[in-house]
């Protein structure tokens, strides 16, 4: 069956710049996780969402960083007045419920120039 | 200190070697431990997914937890060079949460 899914898979974009990456989660996983994954700090999490509940923002870096995901499926993470510092691959994954394996995609690999 | 504590590598060994890789922690709350293998510019696979200390055997790969020593080890048996990737350690207090990941061994098995 189909993994996950995000688009774009390369993004290059200049320092001030707003952008936004996009997840498609595997059909039926309620849970959904952003990762960012960087040379000099590895794989990071940044955010949950766990069907309808409000979702686990304890990873987002600063105020820069927003996540909504849509009808419990599709999720879009957006960087505002981007830095390049966000440089890095942005890795989304799924899991059917709480506690489930994550299923990772293939990430978007965002340059800031 | 960092959370979790991987040697990054590389760690290069013959084809038909046994490989051993590790990872130490310091939050004794973590109770779901789990080893992701990485392919160049691919997403983590899951290879092994444990929530108690002792041995999980899968093919050729075993997953051993220590909870008492925080330390965490992946066993490759009778390596192939298709073993060839980054291996991540991760690990998480409830499951369900964000995963706490260590920086990855880089492994290289030399046909």
């Known amino acids: 069956g189909a993994g996950v899914s995000q688009s774009p898979s390369n993004k290059v974009t200049e320092k001030g710049k707003d952008v936004e990456l996009r997840c498609d989660p595997i059909s039926g996983h309620t849970a959904l996780y952003w990762y960012r994954q960087s040379l000099g700090q590895g794989l990071e999490f940044l955010i949950y969402?766990?069907?309808?509940?409000?979702?686990?923002k304890s990873g987002l870096p600063s105020d820069r960083f927003s996540a909504e995901r849509t009808g419990g499926s599709v999720s879009t993470l957006t960087i505002q007045r981007t830095q390049q510092e966000d440089s890095a691959v942005y890795l989304c994954a799924s899991s059917l419920g709480k506690a489930d394996t994550q299923y990772f995609g293939p990430g978007t690999r965002l340059t800031v120039l | 200190q960092k959370e979790v504590e991987q040697d990054p590598g590389p760690l290069s060994v013959p084809e038909g070697a046994i490989v051993s890789l590790n990872c130490t922690y310091s939050?004794?709350?973590?109770?779901?431990f789990m080893w992701y293998r990485q392919y160049s510019r691919k997403g983590p696979e899951l290879l092994m997914y444990t929530y108690s200390s002792g041995n999980k055997e899968d093919g050729r790969f075993t997953a051993q937890v220590d909870k008492s020593s925080k330390y965490i080890s992946l066993f490759i048996r009778d390596s192939q060079p298709s073993d060839s990737a980054t291996y991540l350690c991760?690990?998480?207090?409830?499951?369900?949460?964000?995963?706490?990941f260590g920086k990855g061994t880089h492994l290289i098995i030399q046909p």
């Open positions: 969402f766990q069907g309808n509940s409000a979702p686990d």
């Open positions: 991760a690990m998480s207090v409830g499951g369900a949460d964000g995963l706490t």
């Open positions: 939050n004794s709350a973590f109770q779901y």
